[in-house]
């Protein structure tokens, strides 16, 4: 930043001076909710600052926050496309995942950006994990809102480590031993496609697919496709290794549909 400059009447020989702002000026941190800190919202505490590129200066800084915080908001920046996320999904994380297996309809917006949902508004989607079904899974999910819903549109979020510790000693050890299998049927008139699910129109690259993926398959009559996978539903963080609820139980369970 420069200082500002005076009337040239008066200041003849004016300089403009450099003025250097410590990084915790720049933002400043606070939360919904003093009592459970969760998430930890972050805002600009000067103007015209660059998320992205703040970001990139202080990843170390991010990174253990959001480990110990478990989710972060950032608001008030100037972030209005899907071009500004990307930019902060590079700062941060890296690459970005393709959206594989699909189970929810999304639609692209640009690249490996996507909508939420688009399931009917006025039905709620159940606590899950990212593609916890998944072998492949992202260790962060960012969500970005362009417009504000009139009402509802609220996204709810949880910490999965704290949903561990609640659950009964006895629920837990048997989930851990027995894991969970998720059993999809596509084609029979609810959910997506395979198709679309895998993202081709070729039974041999789903079979390949799912050789890869501990994936068991079986072809139904008229095109329809059933798959069975076992997964965990208890997994520990890959870098402090903390325990944490991690599936799509409810998600998936009949009783939430």
């Not at 020989?13 to 000026?25: D, E, H, L, N, Y």
């Not at 504000?148 to 000693?169: L, V």
């Not at 609810?190 to 799912?210: D, I, K, M, P, R």
């Not at 290794?241 to 009949?254: D, I, K, P, R, S």
Request: hydrophobic share 35%.
């Amino acid at each position: 930043m420069n200082a500002s400059e005076g009337s040239a009447g008066r200041f003849h020989t004016m300089q403009r001076k450099a003025v250097r702002i410590s990084p915790g000026a720049v933002v400043r941190y606070s939360y919904l909710d003093d009592d459970k800190r969760f998430p930890l919202v972050i805002e600009p505490g000067v103007d015209g600052v660059n998320l992205a590129g703040w970001a990139a200066s202080n990843r170390e800084q991010l990174e253990a926050r959001l480990l110990q915080h478990g989710a972060m908001l950032f608001r008030n920046f100037n972030v209005n496309a899907a071009s500004h996320l990307d930019q902060f999904i590079q700062a941060t994380c890296g690459q970005s995942l393709e959206y594989q297996e699909r189970s929810s309809p999304r639609s692209q917006v640009s690249g490996n950006i996507y909508t939420s949902t688009d399931h009917p508004p006025d039905e709620p989607i159940f606590l899950h994990n990212e593609q916890s079904y998944n072998l492949t899974f992202p260790l962060r999910i960012l969500f970005f809102c362009t417009q504000p819903a009139q009402h509802g549109g609220a996204t709810p979020i949880a910490d999965t480590r704290k949903i561990f510790n609640r659950i009964s000693t006895k629920t837990r050890e048997r989930f851990i031993e027995k894991k969970d299998m998720y059993t999809r049927n596509f084609g029979d008139g609810f959910g997506l496609s395979w198709q679309t699910a895998f993202q081709t129109t070729e039974e041999s690259a789903v079979e390949n697919y799912s050789r890869r993926n501990d994936i068991r398959w079986e072809w139904k009559s008229n095109g329809r496709l059933r798959t069975q996978q076992v997964r965990r539903a208890v997994a520990h963080h890959p870098r402090t290794g903390e325990q944490a609820w991690f599936n799509h139980l409810t998600f998936f369970n009949f009783s939430t549909l």
